[in-house]
């Protein structure tokens, strides 16, 4: 026959229930008094119960952060698409309207017998437009996606990232790096996308006057610095730039880390493992 259920395995049982119901900060503790085994149960189960809290707490934070990056994704977009938008109607929606207004007048002239070097003057004037608005069209098509990437790898998209900024900012930009084999393509436009993000924050919020780029690569990874002599890492601004680029870096197993004492500048380190190759 078996013996009845002393009351501390009663009080155990219970608690298991509570925290199966969702109480997670239930605990039963340890007494020395009790036998040994109960007091080995106690102890294992509080020591359950406070790794599944713990866990929670970290669900509930990825959750947020989670939540946070959708949100920040979203806003990018629609900043993207506005300013893209603004380009498009500003500068070469008015290129294309002055140029119909240019081909009327070059209609008109015709039609009235105008002497042709007149009518030859107003298209050389057409042409240099054109050639403006294809430039237009150009840049606005390498900040989308620079087809340097593309052609010629991380290195030298990061070096004509490093001048666009200082052209863009005046912020003096340098770049340096030991990269002499391509990168994984891959790999290759999350480090880009971060560089961007992190120079996005310089220009923003570093009051910066020099911003420097080193990207190297070992046998396993390869990594980005990017550094600024900015007034470091402000604790109340929200970090969500920093959010996406750990998620970028996150997503080949890698890590991104930010040091940025107050007055001193801040450096951000993106480290990505690179694939692993077959001997």
Do not use: Y
């Not at 840049?139 to 996606?145: I, K, P, V």
């Not at 010629?152 to 002499?180: M, Y």
């Not at 070992?218 to 007034?231: A, F, P, S, Y």
């Amino acid at each position: 026959m078996s013996q009845a259920l002393t009351p501390e395995i009663h009080e155990l049982i219970e608690a298991m229930r509570r925290v199966g119901s969702g109480e997670r900060s239930v605990r039963v503790g340890s007494d020395a008094a009790l036998p040994r085994h109960t007091d080995a149960l106690a102890r294992a189960f509080d020591d359950m119960a406070a790794s599944l809290e713990a866990q929670h707490r970290q669900t509930a934070r990825l959750a947020t952060d989670l939540r946070a990056l959708t949100a920040r994704v979203e806003s990018l977009q629609e900043e993207e698409r506005s300013a893209i938008a603004i380009e498009i109607h500003d500068q070469i929606g008015q290129s294309l309207t002055a140029l119909k207004l240019d081909l009327a007048w070059v209609d008109r002239r015709l039609a009235a017998g105008a002497p042709v070097e007149t009518v030859r003057e107003r298209i050389r004037e057409m042409m240099s437009l054109v050639d403006a608005t294809a430039d237009r069209v150009h840049n606005l098509a390498m900040e989308l996606r620079p087809d340097v990437l593309d052609r010629l790898g991380l290195p030298a998209a990061l070096e004509w990232q490093a001048r666009q900024f200082q052209q863009r900012t005046g912020i003096t930009t340098t770049f340096e790096t030991n990269v002499t084999a391509p990168v994984e393509p891959h790999r290759s436009t999350a480090m880009f996308r971060i560089a961007q993000e992190a120079l996005t924050n310089v220009a923003r919020h570093a009051e910066a006057a020099h911003a420097h780029m080193c990207l190297t690569v070992t046998d396993t990874d390869v990594t980005l610095e990017i550094t600024d002599d900015g007034r470091g890492l402000d604790c109340e601004r929200p970090r969500l730039g920093l959010l996406g680029m750990r998620e970028r870096a996150l997503a080949f197993g890698g890590e991104v880390t930010v040091v940025g004492p107050p007055g001193r500048g801040t450096r951000v380190t993106a480290r990505l493992p690179l694939p692993v190759t077959s001997a």
